[in-house]
């Protein structure tokens, strides 16, 4: 079994920063990428940012120059630092994994529940 858990959603101001983590447990032998999506009320989930086990990155337009995505492959855990934050980044962050689990040998993508930023004045 594998399981994705994010946190250090929250609130916080416009023009603020915020850092959310997500960490990758259970029977998984091997990471490709990582990432984090996003969805905010009445709209389609979206790419935010995504990482390779070799660290290339790729961002969605909006957050290019605002947002860094890093991952720790001895931890298993993916980061996303959110700078700049601006109200239209409201939503629900939903991290994912692509996994090699030991028990079938076989690659799946993998959710986590997701965690909530506000970003309100």
């Known amino acids: 079994q594998v399981q994705l858990v994010e946190s250090g959603g929250g609130l916080v101001q416009p023009g603020g920063s915020l850092r959310v983590s997500c960490a990758a447990s259970g029977s998984i032998f091997s990471i490709h990428d990582m990432g984090w999506y996003r969805q905010a009320p009445g709209k389609q989930r979206e790419l935010v940012a995504t990482?390779?086990?070799?660290?290339?990155?790729n961002y969605a337009d909006s957050v290019k120059g605002r947002f860094t995505i890093s991952r720790d492959n001895a931890k298993n855990t993916v980061y996303l630092q959110m700078n700049s934050l601006k109200p239209p980044d409201t939503a629900v962050y939903y991290c994912y994994a692509d996994i090699l689990r030991i028990a079938s040998m076989t690659w799946g993508d993998y959710w986590g529940q997701g965690t909530q930023v506000t970003v309100s004045s």
């Open positions: 990482i390779t086990s070799g660290g290339t990155t």
